[in-house]
């Protein structure tokens, strides 16, 4: 069986070779030649090299992505700082805001702000002089204002930014006149003694000691009560 089918496998064979070599003669040209021409493309028009598409495009990218010019941005250095003088003149309207709530705006009857030695003047009007209870008021009425500006401040309770001690007086002078406006006492506060109180660091009674020891009379100071 083996030889018989030999032949035939040969002859198959031959075809197959046969068939291959008329298909590489078509044209007139040979194989060799037919098969190496359409491998090549023309030098004329390459593509263009990596090198060459990053070029192209990076220089456009780079000028629209440029950032804008530094002098355009406010930053929080380039806001203008208070003075001194104004950032008093806001904490007298805050001490004379802090009357009105007490319903007591009447009793201011002059303030003055010298931010060149941090001080502030405040002259009260008592109400009766011969009212124990309401002289105690008139005169726990500062101490117990500048105390809560105090802590305003150095809490920044209020929500603003620039806040801090430096608009309050390191010194509250008041001045006590009788409804005749005659000086009846004069006292002071200072900011450190607020301050601790404000902390927890002194109780009321230690923080009213302090303001009660720079009591000086007046013309007008009595003790005659009703």
């Known amino acids: 069986m083996i030889k018989t ?5 040969v002859a198959a064979m031959a075809l197959l070779i046969m068939s291959a070599g008329c298909s590489g003669f078509v044209g007139g040209s040979g194989p060799t030649e037919q098969t190496t021409v359409p491998t090549q493309t023309p030098e004329a028009t390459p593509d263009p090299t990596p090198e060459a ?3 192209l495009t990076s220089e ?3 000028k629209a992505t440029e950032p804008s010019k530094p002098e355009s941005i406010e ?6 700082e208070l003075t001194k003088t104004e950032k008093f003149a806001e904490f007298d309207e805050d001490m004379h805001r802090m009357y009105r709530i007490t319903n007591r705006s009447g009793a201011l009857e002059e303030t003055k702000t010298f931010p060149e030695n941090g001080t502030y003047h405040m002259t009260v009007e008592m109400r009766d002089t011969t009212n124990r209870t309401k002289t105690v008021t008139d005169r726990r009425d500062p101490i117990l204002n500048y105390y809560a500006l105090v802590a305003n401040y150095n809490d920044n309770t209020r929500g603003f930014d620039e806040e801090d001690h430096t608009y309050i007086p390191d010194t ?3 001045t006590f006149v009788t409804e005749d406006g005659e000086v009846f006492e004069t006292r002071y506060i200072k900011y450190v003694w607020a301050w601790k109180y404000s902390t927890g660091d002194w109780s009321m009674v230690v923080y009213a000691g302090k303001y009660a020891g720079t ?3 007046g013309p007008g100071y009595h003790e ?3």
């Open 215 to 217: 009591v000086e009379k």
């Open 224 to 226: 005659k009560w009703k």
């Open 60 to 62: 456009p990218t780079a």
């Open 5 to 9: 089918n030999a032949p035939y496998s």
């Open 53 to 55: 598409t990053e070029t």
């Open 75 to 80: 930053t929080e250095s380039d806001r203008q």
């Open 172 to 174: 509250v002078n008041i």
